[in-house]
């Protein structure tokens, strides 16, 4: 008797632990490292929504079919905009939480110091945003990145100021780059002194600044002296605005001004800013007018209706979303809750239609380094309080003001 009841115990708890196991089988759990406290704790917020807009469809259209219809579960955890941390908490997702793939960090020294952790524990891991080059030039394979390489973003922008020369027979022949002394600044600053030169333009200003600068008037007042054609600006989102308010109370009149995308695309800029970012130009991944696909319309009006503060998506939150979509299509491809196999996927991905296409360029694959191939950028402009897409002109929405008027001429 004693036998059988200890029989009947071990085999309930034989059941207890399958149907649990079960249970657990039913999510696929995926780490997010954002910034979510601190100075970007509003550009990580805008992340986030995209992030959880996209794995909403994907769980109420029946999760994963490969896995049974499992769903999405994200499991975020907060940055801080440190890269440290980054590290310790992509340690923490993948040994304590098990997460089978990471998508972050945003910033580029925190995506650069966490990979090396996804790589370390090989578990893949999918950077919508960052941009540093070395990101995925260090031979990882567990590493894959959506957005373009910094250094080419700096290609486009000197080839958009030298498209724009040629358009309207007003050519830029200087130009002052402005950034802030972090990875993502360094690249860019980097990529100009590169291809300036090739395109015959000198640089006459090259000037960093720490991060949160409380006062931008010595950056702006040395820029102001310098009187570059253009001036390129890199910032996240508080210098953005600071710089911008500085640029307009001395009276700087460039030619034209060129953002880098970041704070100069969050949708708190116009919101703070408002009449000062008029003609404002910058480089981007993404816009709300972009027309090759009815998604970008059908989409963006979808989110703005379901997130609390009905913004629009920027270029970080329609990244973020088609790359959630990208994750989903491997998990799709895996078929497993290996994270081997999982990483496979996402080296053989080939997406040509669906949600993903949200990002304007077809099909979305992967080097051997990770890099997704034929990644490309957009220039918009301000107009009116929206973001109209000026570059390439094929594709442009609305004629460029260039160059733009000067400060004591606006309304």
Request: charged share 25%.
């Amino acid at each position: 008797m004693k036998t059988k009841r200890i029989f009947f115990a071990a085999l309930g708890s034989i059941l207890w632990f399958a149907s649990g196991l079960s249970y657990a089988q039913q999510e696929v759990k995926v780490g997010v490292l954002i910034p979510l406290s601190g100075g970007l704790a509003v550009i990580g917020e805008n992340l986030q929504m995209a992030h959880d807009f996209a794995v909403k469809e994907i769980n109420e259209a029946g999760g994963i079919k490969s896995l049974k219809g499992a769903k999405i579960k994200l499991i975020y955890a907060d940055t801080r905009g440190d890269s440290k941390i980054g590290m310790s908490e992509a340690e923490r997702l993948i040994l304590r939480e098990g997460v089978v793939a990471i998508v972050g960090a945003f910033q580029s020294s925190v995506s650069y110091t966490s990979t090396e952790v996804a790589e370390k524990h090989q578990v893949p891991y999918l950077v919508p945003n960052s941009l540093m080059d070395a990101i995925t030039e260090r031979g990882f394979k567990y590493t894959f990145r959506v957005e373009r390489k910094g250094s080419l973003w700096a290609k486009d922008q000197i080839d958009f100021i030298v498209d724009m020369g040629k358009a309207t027979g007003k050519p830029a022949k200087t130009i002052g780059v402005v950034y802030e002394n972090t990875d993502m600044g360094q690249t860019i600053a980097k990529g100009i002194r590169k291809y300036a030169p090739e395109k015959g333009l000198t640089i006459v200003l090259d000037e960093g600044y720490p991060q949160r600068t409380a006062d931008m008037t010595p950056v702006v007042l040395k820029t102001k002296r310098a009187n570059p054609d253009v001036i390129i600006l890199n910032s996240y989102i508080s210098d953005a605005i600071l710089l911008i308010r500085t640029i307009a109370d001395q009276r700087v009149n460039p030619i034209a001004f060129l953002g880098s995308s970041s704070g100069y695309s969050d949708p708190s800029f116009i919101k703070e800013v408002g009449k000062l970012a008029e003609y404002f130009s910058d480089l981007t991944e993404w816009s709300t007018d972009l027309t090759h696909t009815p998604l970008v319309q059908e989409k963006n009006a979808a989110y703005k209706k379901w997130n609390k503060d009905h913004r629009d998506f920027n270029g970080g939150a329609a990244f973020c979303y088609a790359s959630t979509y990208i994750l989903y299509e491997a998990l799709e491809k895996a078929a497993s809750y290996d994270p081997k196999r999982i990483r496979d996927a996402f080296a053989a991905v080939k997406i040509t239609k669906g949600p993903a296409m949200l990002i304007p360029w077809t099909p979305i694959e992967f080097d051997s380094e990770g890099q997704a191939e034929g990644a490309r950028m957009i220039v918009v402009q301000y107009r009116e309080g929206l973001r109209r897409t000026i570059w390439p002109f094929p594709i442009q929405t609305i004629k460029p003001i260039w160059p733009v008027p000067k400060w004591e001429e606006r309304k």
